[in-house]
């Protein structure tokens, strides 16, 4: 291979020649990269399947293409069709217009720090539940509303929460017994429950301490 030459601004017969371990360091020097629909595509189809958790292969054989085009298309360099983005879509369950949405601009993200969520008084709340906001999101007609709840040394059981929406209850730390309409059951760390909050539920006996958990709560809004 010729050695690269440049020209030497010293009055010299020979020109300049760069060795070749100085030419290994050197960085290439090409075209900037262009942002093109179908690599935006790309992207787009990429960062859904990593989300979803699945490998390339998995995704492509679920989407029935061979595994070479969905790694051509995830980097930008073909265009699919609408039947093949149709196929990947129902792969990863979403519809065909999150591959063209503008990620970038979306609004329904919360970041809060920890110790940083909002102390919010609840409608329903009694004595002693200690209720932290931890973020908020509406999307569409879904309000998601996740809170930390601590029990302070003053909470006492309580049984009669009732409210629209779903209840998801995921238990840090203490030990309670939990009742759901007749049911009873026994929650320990790591421990979760998940329910249709409109019957009568809530913590009925306290066990151990100090008790707090994760209460996330789904409704629908007109």
Do not use: W
Request: with cysteine; net charge positive; aromatic share 8%.
């Amino acid at each position: 291979m010729a050695s690269a030459r440049l020209a030497s601004p010293f009055p010299t017969s020979r020109p300049f020649r760069v060795p070749a371990s100085v030419r290994a360091r050197l960085p290439s020097v090409g075209p900037p990269p262009r942002s093109s629909p179908a690599s935006r595509l790309g992207q787009q189809v990429r960062a859904l399947r990593i989300a979803s958790g699945a490998s390339g292969g998995e995704l492509a054989t679920c989407a029935g293409v061979s595994s070479s085009m969905l790694s051509r298309i995830e980097r930008g360099l073909v265009s699919p069709s609408v039947e093949t983005l149709d196929r990947i879509a129902t792969g990863l369950g979403v519809p065909v217009s999150r591959f063209f949405s503008d990620q970038s601009s979306r609004t329904d993200f919360s970041h809060v720090p920890a110790g940083r969520g909002i102390l919010v008084d609840r409608v329903g709340a009694v004595a002693g539940y200690r209720y932290e906001l931890l973020g908020h999101q509406l999307s569409g007609n879904l309000f998601v509303e996740p809170y930390l709840v601590t029990l302070l040394p003053e909470a006492e059981p309580y049984v009669t929460f009732q409210h629209p929406g779903v209840k998801f209850l995921h238990l840090l730390s203490g030990r309670v017994s939990y009742r759901y309409g007749a049911k009873v059951v026994k929650l320990g760390p790591g421990d979760s429950l998940q329910f249709d909050a409109t019957a009568l539920h809530g913590i009925e006996a306290i066990e151990a301490g100090p008790v707090t958990y994760l209460s996330i709560v789904f409704t629908m809004r007109d």
